[in-house]
């Protein structure tokens, strides 16, 4: 009896152990794949995980073709699978089973793509987004065979295969889940649903404001001389303590190329100085919209004001308002403050020791180091304020001249924090992915290379797509992304512009196969950089897939330019409509977007006639053309169409110097 009873409790023992075992036992996917997930079809899957039991053994069972697959955990717990993945369609079943099953629910089988860029591409229905129709957009938001997968926002300064997910992983497209989600992603996966009934499902990992050098692997950035130093520092112990240094060191060259400060005396802040050869600038505004352009560096602009006479010798305030990126303000010669940042209001005390004179002589030197610059003043104009109360407005005519522009000094150094750092967007955003099988990728970035001053984009955007063809291992992926929208004021005379050079970059990149461009430089708006009308952008890239990958006999590009010549006093331009017929939107004859030069290299607009699918392209101050540029400008005309409505890219036929 007492053996008996001992067996009993061994027994017991053993079975407890083993429930224990089972219960603990449990095998993890990566937090991307889940119920609701979309797998790429009629591939060679590669489906992963870890398991409780190393050494030991995991089934994979689809329901597709109830086929299972069984593989051996790794001692340190991995294992994975291929799973052979058919014609699109589902829901289906995939069980997963290490003695502890795990069952993945509502999959379906179709296309995925992968979407990144910058804010245009993260810009949501609705939320800070609100794109055009944006409530009855989100209402009618009902695909269940479109499922959507958000990816937050983080970096990693070395590749990572871990990644989080927001919203529980994957969901379906619904009015609830729908608002806060990729608009452009949205309406190209809703186009080529429609057209096609393929399931489709995108993962969105953007990030607003970044660059592309962020989103490149350290592989892709290697041949890159100038980024070999900052990637080398992102592994240093002490970032912030280097960038410190650096920063140091790069402000002491910019004061010491600084022509206003290495003048006599105060240099070009001084009480009195000859401004007699310097430029006239209405104020508010951006210098480099007319006057500079594309210029960053370091300018000093000067006002002379006359004060009624109870002012003098009071004490008095001047608002300049905002000022793009830094100032520092002296009146009289004096000093009276400085402030740091683009989005700060100016706010300076004028001592009556300093206010003693009738003239008030004001002078600031601006010091910008991307982008636009200038006396801007946004929701403040520029003004003095006197002793009780009374204001005389500094808004209009002052003087400026150049001290240093920074293309003479190396560039600026790399701040080795945040998302604009080579690689830590591709180490964390991207790198999680290229294990798992998609279609291709659409991209929307561009923006924040506008101004960049280290390699050339025609450079960089062409080394991004072949790096992610090689690290998803699919040479000539599908990769499809958006030329810049058109942006800023527009410009009653032809002048260089950093956005229609980046946008030449971008169609320089059609020249790789698998790839294609959507045209939006007609629907941006020149006072927001992130357009509204996200539908027309996400169709756009939606009719390159649809024509490249499904077959689809449509027009999915405007016109391209396939030769040109000149004749006489007229330049004779063949286009390929990329469709029927050329098509030339109303304009005005002296607004159509075309611009002509000689050889002297200054641009006039230009008259447009058509025979046909060609432009006949002259100007009257022109005698004898030899180049010519079309859409020109950050802001351009667009005339250019074919019988679909898509829009030409702009171009140039010339090679000069694009500060011209």
């Known amino acids: 009896m007492k053996i008996n009873n001992y067996k009993k409790m061994i027994l017991s023992l053993i079975l407890g152990f083993a429930v224990a075992s089972t219960v603990q036992a449990k095998v993890e996917l ?25 050494n030991g053994r995991v089934k994979v069972r689809t329901s597709w073709n109830n086929k299972s697959y069984e593989t051996q955990v790794s001692a340190a717990g991995q294992w994975e699978v291929y799973l052979e993945t058919p014609t699109y369609g589902g829901p289906f079943q995939i069980t997963i089973d290490d003695g502890d099953r795990l069952t993945l629910n509502n999959i379906l089988i179709g296309e995925v793509w992968f979407c990144s860029g910058q804010s245009n591409m993260e810009m949501p229905l609705a939320g800070w987004g609100q794109i055009k129709n944006y409530q009855q957009e989100i209402n009618t938001a009902n695909f269940p065979n479109i499922r959507i997968l958000q990816i937050p926002k983080s970096t990693s300064t070395r590749p990572t295969s871990n990644t989080k997910v927001e919203a529980g992983g994957w969901n379906a497209v619904t009015p609830e889940h729908i608002p806060e989600f ?67 060191e790069w402000n002491a060259l910019v004061e010491q190329a600084d022509k206003g400060k290495s003048d ?78 683009y989005n700060q209001i100016r706010k300076y005390s004028i001592s009556k020791n300093i206010n003693n004179q009738s003239t008030l002589s004001v002078a600031v030197r601006v010091f910008d180091g991307a982008g636009d610059g200038g006396i801007y003043a946004g929701s403040e104009n520029p003004r003095l304020e006197g002793p009780n109360g009374e204001t005389l407005s500094l808004v209009g005519e002052w003087k400026c001249n150049v001290a240093l522009d920074l ?8 701040q080795l924090d945040g998302p604009n750092r080579p690689t830590v967007l591709f180490n964390a955003m991207v790198q999680p992915f290229v294990d798992f099988k998609i279609k291709g990728a659409i991209w929307y970035q561009g923006e924040s290379n506008t101004d960049y001053r280290e390699a050339s984009y025609k450079e960089l955007l062409p080394a991004l797509i072949k790096d992610w063809r090689q690290q998803w291992q699919t040479e000539n992926m599908p990769f499809y992304f958006v030329q810049l929208a058109n942006y800023k004021e527009k410009l009653a005379q032809p002048q260089a512009s950093t956005w229609a050079s980046l946008r030449e970059a971008q169609l ?35 009719l390159i897939a649809l024509h490249k990958l499904y077959g689809k006999k449509i027009p999915y590009s405007g016109p391209f330019l396939k030769k ?7 330049a004779q331009l063949h286009f390929d409509p990329m469709g029927n017929k050329l098509v030339l939107q109303e304009f005005n004859k002296k607004s159509g977007g075309f611009t002509v030069a000689g050889k002297d290299q200054v641009f006039y607009p230009a008259e447009i006639k058509q025979q046909g699918n060609k432009l006949i392209v002259s100007a009257r101050e022109v005698a004898a053309p030899v180049a010519i540029r079309y859409g020109w400008a950050d802001n351009p005309d667009l005339v250019l169409y074919n019988e679909a409505g898509l829009p030409a890219s702009p171009f140039r036929t010339d090679n000069w110097n694009l500060e011209k």
Request: aromatic share 12%; hydrophobic share 40%.
């Open 30 to 54: 990566p937090a991307f794949m889940g119920d609701n997930m979309v797998l790429q079809q009629k591939e060679k899957v590669k489906f992963w995980g870890s398991s409780t039991f190393p």
């Open 182 to 248: 990729s608009a452009t992603a949205y309406f190209f996966a809703r186009e080529i649903f429609e057209k096609t009934g393929v399931p489709v499902g995108l993962i969105h990992s953007s990030w607003g404001g970044t660059i592309i050098e962020a989103w490149m692997s350290a592989e892709a950035l290697s041949p890159f001389e100038q980024y070999s130093s900052a990637i080398n520092k992102l592994q240093h112990s002490d970032v912030e303590a280097v960038y410190k240094q650096e920063m140091e």
């Open 264 to 341: 006599v005396h105060s240099g070009w802040l001084a009480k009195q100085i000859d401004v007699s050869s310097w430029h006239n600038i209405v104020i508010p505004s951006y210098y480099d919209k007319e006057l500079f352009p594309g210029m960053d560096g370091v300018i000093y602009f000067r006002k002379e004001i006359k004060l009624p006479d109870h002012w003098i010798g009071k004490n008095i305030k001047l608002i300049l308002g905002t000022v793009d990126d830094n100032d520092i303000s002296y009146v009289n010669g004096q000093f009276v403050g400085q402030t740091n940042g």
């Open 407 to 414: 293309k003479q000094l190396p560039p600026m150094p790399i």
């Open 508 to 542: 320089a990149t059609l020249q790789m196969p698998n790839t294609g461009m959507a045209v939006i430089a007609d629907i941006g708006e020149a006072g927001d950089i992130h357009p509204k009308n996200k539908q027309e952008v996400g169709r756009r890239l939606a």
């Open 564 to 570: 040109w010549y000149i004749k006489g006093n007229e």
